[in-house]
């Protein structure tokens, strides 16, 4: 019985001497910590495009009739873009005030709010408005302002 035993011994022993040299390499590591950079490139607002058809409507007379003006944005971005505002004056293709002849401005004309859904508009898209005008009624002799085209100039930002 003793060879018995003192081989359960030995078996034990073994193991157990196995077990924890095993589970000891278990347990080793190293650790290590680093850094690094890198970069991305953002890109840049790119103006709305707007273009309208010319004004439909009754002629424009002083104190008289509107005309309606349709226009569009288009956003000509790769990305979403926010449309928070359209306006809409009586001006040159630049921007610049405007002057038919002597005798008439843009002052004898009134245009509306630019009426458009505000908001995202996304890469690509086109959103549509209307705009009106109309030939105020000034205390003043307004004959110049016969048989003139007059210019609207949109800005959406």
């Known amino acids: 019985m003793s060879k018995v035993a003192g081989r359960k011994k030995r078996i034990i022993i073994t193991t157990a001497a196995l077990v924890a040299i095993g589970g000891g390499a278990a347990?080793?590591?190293?650790?290590?910590?680093?850094?690094?950079?890198?970069?991305?490139?953002?890109?840049q607002t790119v103006a709305f495009k707007v273009?309208?058809?010319p004004a439909t409507g009754?002629?424009?007379?002083?104190?008289?009739p509107t005309q309606s003006a349709s226009f569009?944005?288009?956003n000509e971005n790769t990305g979403t873009q926010i449309l928070a505002n359209v306006t809409a004056k009586v001006a040159n293709a630049d921007g610049?005030?405007?002057?038919?002849?002597p005798g008439c401005s843009a002052a004898?004309?009134?245009v509306g709010t630019p009426d458009i859904t505000k908001g995202q508009?996304?890469?690509?898209?086109?959103?549509?408005?209307?705009?009106?005008i109309q030939m105020v009624n000034r205390d003043a002799n307004?004959?110049?302002c016969q048989n003139v085209t007059v210019p609207l100039f949109f800005e959406a930002s």
Request: glycine share 14%.
């Open 27 to 43: 347990f080793a590591y190293w650790t290590a910590t680093g850094t690094g950079t890198g970069q991305a490139s953002a890109g």
């Open 96 to 101: 610049s005030a405007w002057v038919a002849v």
């Open 58 to 64: 009754d002629a424009l007379t002083p104190g008289g």
């Open 121 to 132: 508009i996304s890469a690509g898209t086109t959103v549509s408005g209307t705009v009106s």
């Open 142 to 144: 307004q004959n110049a």
């Open 72 to 74: 569009t944005v288009k």
């Open 51 to 53: 273009a309208s058809t």
């Open 108 to 110: 004898d004309f009134a």
